[in-house]
């Protein structure tokens, strides 16, 4: 029985579950390179680099294990350029008897394999992604009876299922999450780790030259590109990453410094999301450390919540909350996003660096891109998709399960609180408190008006002022509009009139 087995740009794992059991000797198997999903959002030329790099490597790795590749890269002049239209040519050349492939990461690609059941005339079989821990049912069983869905108690449910940091059926320590330990501001003199760089061998060369070419339009620049693109070079980021960085991840995971943009986080979520890692071993691998004594507690907890605890919840939200999540909008922004955001060229020297930094490397960690770009969206009241096609074109991990619900659930509350209890906002004074950004920058962040102020400071009460209606019952908003209330109407006007003005000059 020859089957036909497509293998998806994030399913670059040998332990895929559409090659479980499979006869290497009855197996095609299928990847390509299509057009449709190098432009369904101008992705960043080194996301596209590193993902079409990492597809061809992994086609090299399969073949010398002994599968049987089809392999149709994107000049391949007969390549049609969309999924459905290569399996055609595919059952074609090869005649299979079946399809067997796994299942899709986003709602688009999930509604073109389940219409190939009726299209072709051979069985199609959909194997579920078992990378994952929890599955789409574990998940909608845990929602089902819940007033509200919270990360915290998802991700205590994730800790018993895999045993890690338990003693037997209590937490490591005695509690759950260490996060009160972890935020701590960086500083100059500590000795900051760099991820290792992997100079592009010949085939990334080719792929960078290639999409330079043909994507020049396409945000961002390769001259940095050194990102791992095979499991072995992945794996070395993954053991560079828990000796050097991990012991110091949780003390400043929240924390942003001047030209630094790895800090201490691990850059393994390209890696992770396009199947290069396996999420779970990799925990398993922190925990190690900590059982060895080499870690602390608030680090290895910290980076395993952000594992199986976010990225397990919010895939879970993705596909719990249905295709039309994307539309949702519930503090009805309208505003386009700003031309700064695809070019980095603005006064705010916080978004200066984000931004700038995303350009160069592809990447931001997690609290440039919720308290900076993000928060500026929020405050600013931009158009929650237009955020969203940001964020998952210009980030090497960005894959729509991932990066939509952390978008338009976490960073712009744009599902009115379904995956967080309240918008995560906030004025400068937490920006200089997390980094050194406001000593750079030509604005005062201590000023809350004026020509100089800080535009994080008249936009965060603009955002609390104009959003009451839909915010100031939550009781986890209720010390800024506590705060808002007290200040003199002149103070109020003053702040709004300058949001106002500023906001003119996003155009
Ligand atoms: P580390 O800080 O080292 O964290 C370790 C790992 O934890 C990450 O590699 C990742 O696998 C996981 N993780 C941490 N936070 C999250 C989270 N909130 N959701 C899911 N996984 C998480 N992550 C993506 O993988 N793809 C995206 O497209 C994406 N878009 C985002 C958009 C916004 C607006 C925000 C606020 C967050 C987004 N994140 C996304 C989550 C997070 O910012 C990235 O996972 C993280 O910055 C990746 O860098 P790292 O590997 O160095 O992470
Ligand atoms: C993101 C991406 C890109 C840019 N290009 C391809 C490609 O050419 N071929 C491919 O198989 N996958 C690609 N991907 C990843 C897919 O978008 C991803 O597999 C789907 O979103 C399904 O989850
Ligand atoms: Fe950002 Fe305001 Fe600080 Fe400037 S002063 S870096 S705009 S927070």
């Known amino acids: 029985m020859k089957t036909l087995i497509p293998i998806l740009g994030d399913q670059l794992s040998h332990q895929i579950s559409s090659l479980s059991g499979q006869d290497k000797g009855q197996a095609i198997l299928l990847m390509v390179e299509v057009a449709e999903e190098t432009a369904y959002v101008p992705h960043h030329k080194a996301k596209l680099s590193y993902i079409l790099s990492a597809m061809r490597h992994h086609a090299r790795d399969l073949e010398s294990q002994g599968w049987q590749v089809d392999y149709v890269c994107l000049e391949d002049p007969q390549n049609c350029g969309n999924f459905t239209g290569e399996v055609v040519r595919a059952i074609e050349k090869h005649r299979p008897h079946k399809i067997r492939?796994?299942?899709?990461?986003?709602?688009?690609?999930?509604?073109?394999?389940?219409?190939?059941?009726?299209?072709?005339?051979?069985?199609?079989?959909?194997?579920?992604?078992?990378?994952?821990?929890?599955?789409?049912?574990?998940?909608?069983?845990?929602?089902?009876?819940?007033?509200?869905?919270?990360?915290?108690?998802?991700?205590r449910e994730m800790r018993r299922k895999t045993g890690l940091l338990m003693n037997k059926d209590k937490p490591e320590g005695g509690q759950w999450n260490y996060d009160t330990e972890n935020r701590k501001p960086a500083k100059r003199d500590h000795q900051i780790p760099k991820p290792l760089h992997f100079p592009p061998d010949v085939l990334t060369q080719d792929v960078i030259d290639m999409v330079t070419t043909r994507f020049g339009n396409h945000i961002g620049y390769t001259v940095n590109f050194g990102?791992?693109?095979?499991?072995?070079?992945?794996?070395?980021?993954?053991?560079?990453?828990?000796?050097?960085?991990?012991?110091?991840?949780?003390?400043?995971?929240?924390?942003?410094?001047?030209?630094?943009?790895?800090?201490?986080?691990?850059?393994?979520?390209?890696?992770?999301?396009?199947?290069?890692?396996?999420?779970?071993?990799?925990?398993?691998?922190?925990?190690?450390?900590?059982?060895?004594?080499?870690?602390?507690?608030?680090?290895?907890?910290?980076?395993?919540?952000q594992v199986i605890g976010w990225r397990e919840y919010v895939r879970g939200i993705y596909w719990f909350a249905g295709p039309d999540y994307v539309n949702r909008n519930a503090l009805g922004a309208s505003r386009p996003l700003p031309d700064f955001y695809w070019t980095g060229k603005t006064d705010m020297h916080c978004m200066a660096q984000s931004i700038g930094q995303?350009?160069?490397?592809?990447?931001?960690?997690?609290?440039?891109?919720?308290?900076?770009?993000?928060?500026?969206?929020?405050?600013?009241?931009?158009?929650?998709?237009?955020?969203?096609?940001?964020?998952?074109?210009?980030?090497?991990?960005?894959?729509?399960?991932?990066?939509?619900?952390?978008?338009?659930?976490?960073?712009?509350?744009?599902?009115?609180?379904?995956?967080?209890?309240?918008?995560y906002a906030s004025s400068g004074a937490y920006i200089n408190r997390m980094s050194d950004y406001c000593r750079s920058c030509r604005y005062d962040v201590k000023q809350r008006t004026?020509?100089?102020?800080?535009?994080?400071?008249?936009?965060?009460?603009?955002?609390v002022a104009r959003n009451a209606p839909m915010l100031s019952a939550n009781p986890r908003m209720a010390m800024p509009y506590k705060n808002w209330g007290r200040m003199t109407d002149a103070d109020q006007a003053a702040l709004r009139s300058d949001a106002a003005k500023f906001l003119e000059t996003l155009g």
């Not at 999301?273 to 907890?301: F, H, I, K, M, Q």
């Not at 939509?404 to 976490?410: I, S």
């Not at 004026?450 to 955002?463: K, Q, R």
């Open 227 to 305: 990102f791992a693109v095979t499991r072995a070079d992945a794996l070395r980021q993954q053991t560079h990453f828990l000796d050097v960085a991990l012991p110091h991840f949780g003390d400043y995971q929240d924390a942003m410094l001047t030209d630094e943009p790895f800090l201490w986080h691990s850059i393994l979520s390209p890696y992770i999301n396009s199947g290069l890692l396996d999420p779970l071993e990799l925990c398993r691998n922190v925990e190690a450390r900590y059982r060895e004594g080499l870690v602390p507690l608030n680090a290895a907890e910290g980076f395993i919540r």
């Open 450 to 463: 004026g020509p100089d102020a800080c535009p994080f400071n008249a936009l965060y009460w603009d955002f």
């Open 101 to 155: 492939i796994t299942e899709a990461g986003e709602w688009r690609v999930k509604a073109m394999l389940d219409s190939w059941g009726d299209r072709f005339e051979i069985p199609v079989e959909i194997t579920a992604d078992t990378r994952f821990i929890a599955s789409h049912t574990e998940f909608e069983i845990w929602a089902a009876d819940r007033k509200q869905l919270r990360m915290e108690f998802f991700y």
């Open 358 to 423: 995303t350009l160069d490397y592809a990447y931001a960690h997690h609290i440039q891109r919720l308290m900076i770009t993000g928060n500026f969206a929020l405050l600013a009241g931009i158009n929650p998709v237009e955020v969203h096609q940001w964020y998952l074109a210009v980030y090497a991990d960005a894959y729509e399960w991932v990066e939509l619900p952390n978008t338009l659930g976490m960073s712009q509350f744009a599902d009115g609180g379904m995956l967080a209890s309240k918008p």
